[in-house]
């Protein structure tokens, strides 16, 4: 079990604990392929003076090659092709029958290192793509019109592992764009990662839901060793009924750790843990001394934006209900994260709850309340809260990077609960951390 200080101590080395597989070392969420000193002329629509150095390169191309053109049986290339093989898919629309099932170690991907290729599920039954062996990798792809799940990851007998979701446009699923599960056998989906990649549910795909609004980002259940990094999460959110979170890992979810993510007009951002419900993954150590169930242990959120600022959400029933939540969460790590809203969250820009929720909630640059309810028990540091519309650089433009003249955030962090760099990469060296997610 990994404590908080543990965690901040392995991020202070620059996130390289093994997780972050991508051999680089912490970069901006915008998925530009450059190192520069910008003004600023990188993707990720900010207006800030920021030094970016990228983590969201091209993929290399393992195995056998297999060139896939639109018109071919997809479905049966992937059936066909031996562990190890890579299925390069040709640009354009590759209509198909869900689901995709990936029962191998096989890599599917566009040409280049753009999403050029994109599966099209046609809002056919079910997952769009079941992934249900170990090593497989989807990378520089779109996905888009599930009748459920863009991305359903379930063990059929043993644990999978090493799945990697890279680059990837996850556009309008049915329900969620990726849901990781057990088996119900004692098999569990460990050690993967969803990075560098766009997930929206856009005014199209948000109005071809129908009954309740069952749809978000990434849902992990009982999973290990799972990192959420340098994406972009977009749209999740119904006019009538709460939609799910952009991140969630809850029922026992283990070391996850989300990082450097944007997350734009969303319901709920990351939820770390839910509700103190007996039901979910149990572990032999114990974990914080726990015999009881618990629904998160040792999970990190760090370096996240998350905003809602669009007027049709605004309108809706949802607003931003929750920033960040953690509940039922022993040894969290919540630090270094932006939240706005234009309304008072129903739930907080943050919260914990649950006496059996501890760790650390800290420097934290939030627009309304950072709350503790029943009996919650992390440390609660240099947070501010209930900062200004001023505090953000350009929210018209989406930019919710902090304003140079925010003054009550700059320099004003606790050095005990910092990370080494910000959103954007840029080192927090220039005496105490500045608070939130970006560093001035």
């Not at 007027?311 to 706005?340: F, K, M, P, Q, R």
Request: charged share 20%; glycine share 10%; hydrophobic share 35%.
């Amino acid at each position: 079990m990994r404590s908080p200080a543990l965690l901040l101590s392995l991020v202070a080395l620059a996130c390289t604990n093994g997780k972050d597989t991508s051999d680089e070392t912490d970069a901006p969420p915008d998925g530009d392929a450059d190192t520069d000193t910008d003004a600023d002329t990188d993707t990720d629509a900010d207006t800030d003076a920021d030094t970016d150095t990228d983590v969201c390169g091209e993929l290399a191309t393992p195995g056998t090659v297999t060139n896939v053109p639109t018109s071919a049986d997809l479905a049966s290339l992937i059936a066909g092709a031996s562990p190890g093989a890579t299925l390069v898919l040709a640009p354009g629309t590759h209509l198909v029958t869900p689901p995709l099932v990936l029962d191998k170690a096989i890599t599917l991907r566009s040409e280049g290192g753009e999403p050029t290729a994109t599966i099209d599920g046609a809002r056919g039954a079910g997952p769009l793509v079941e992934i249900r062996a170990s090593g497989v990798t989807l990378a520089h792809l779109g996905l888009t019109r599930s009748g459920t799940d863009l991305i359903h990851v379930q063990p059929a007998g043993a644990n999978v592992e090493d799945t990697r979701l890279y680059g990837l446009n996850l556009i309008d699923p049915g329900r969620y764009a990726v849901v990781l599960e057990g088996d119900g056998a004692d098999h569990w989906v460990e050690g993967g990662e969803l990075s560098c990649s766009t997930i929206e549910l856009s005014d199209n795909g948000r109005g071809a839901i129908r009954g309740e609004c069952e749809t978000g980002g990434i849902d992990g259940y009982g999973v290990r060793d799972w990192v959420v990094r340098d994406d972009h999460f977009e749209g999740f959110w119904c006019d009538t009924d709460p939609a799910g979170p952009a991140v969630r890992f809850t029922y026992g979810s283990r070391d996850v750790e989300v990082y450097r993510n944007v997350m734009a007009d969303v319901a709920r951002g990351v939820v770390l843990g839910e509700s103190r419900d007996q039901i979910g993954r149990t572990w032999s150590d114990e974990p914080c001394g726990q015999t009881t169930v618990l629904q998160s242990i040792s999970a990190g959120a760090w370096n996240n934006i998350v905003f809602a600022y669009d007027s049709e959400l605004a309108a809706s029933n949802d607003v931003l209900l929750v920033g960040i939540a953690a509940e039922s969460a022993c040894d969290v790590t919540i630090v270094h994260n932006s939240v706005y809203a234009p309304t008072p969250p129903a739930q907080g820009a943050i919260h914990q709850r649950f006496a059996t929720t501890s760790g650390v909630v800290a420097n934290n640059l939030v627009s309304h309340d950072v709350l503790r309810q029943d009996n919650a028990t992390a440390t609660v540091s240099a947070n501010v809260e209930n900062a200004p519309f001023d505090t953000w650089w350009f929210p018209a433009q989406r930019d919710f990077h902090t304003a140079p003249a925010a003054v009550m955030a700059i320099d004003q962090g606790d050095p005990s609960y910092t990370v080494a760099d910000d959103i954007d990469g840029e080192p927090r060296d220039d005496g105490a951390p500045d608070v939130g997610a970006d560093e001035k």
